[in-house]
């Protein structure tokens, strides 16, 4: 059975920083792009970032681009998000995500595996 658990979600002030975990189990986690979204209320779920197996390469949604790292621990079936420069906008459930391939990082539809998710909330 498959599970990505995420932790680390909180609130924090605008301006501040915040690292969040995904753990993995159940699937060969090298294998696997691994990706986080957000979920912000009444409004749909966004990519937020990407690595793929090996961590060769990264991809960031615009609006977090140079405030926010994706890294990857393979040894320990991991993914984080790095978060700083926090902003009210960055509010929301972030939840981290799998997929086969290391193409098209951005659709959703494309993760088989999706955690529950932590929330962020920013205040300003």
């Known amino acids: 059975q498959v599970q990505l658990v995420e932790s680390g979600g909180s609130l924090v002030q605008a301006g501040g920083s915040l690292r969040l975990s995904c753990a993995a189990s159940?699937?060969?986690?090298?294998?696997?792009?691994m990706g986080w979204f957000r979920q912000a209320p009444g409004k749909e779920r966004e990519f937020v970032a990407a690595?793929?197996?090996?961590?060769?390469?990264?991809y960031y949604a615009d609006s977090v681009k140079g405030r926010f790292t994706i890294s990857r621990d393979n040894a320990k079936n991991t993914v984080y998000l790095q978060m700083n420069s926090l902003r009210p906008e960055d509010t929301a459930v972030y939840s981290c995500?799998?997929?086969?391939?290391?193409?098209?990082?951005?659709?959703?539809?494309?993760?088989?595996?999706w955690g529950q998710g932590t929330q962020v909330t920013v205040s300003a």
């Open positions: 995500a799998a997929k086969w391939g290391q193409t098209r990082v951005v659709l959703t539809g494309l993760y088989a595996y």
């Open positions: 159940g699937l060969p986690f090298t294998t696997y792009t």
């Open positions: 690595i793929t197996n090996s961590g060769g390469s990264t």
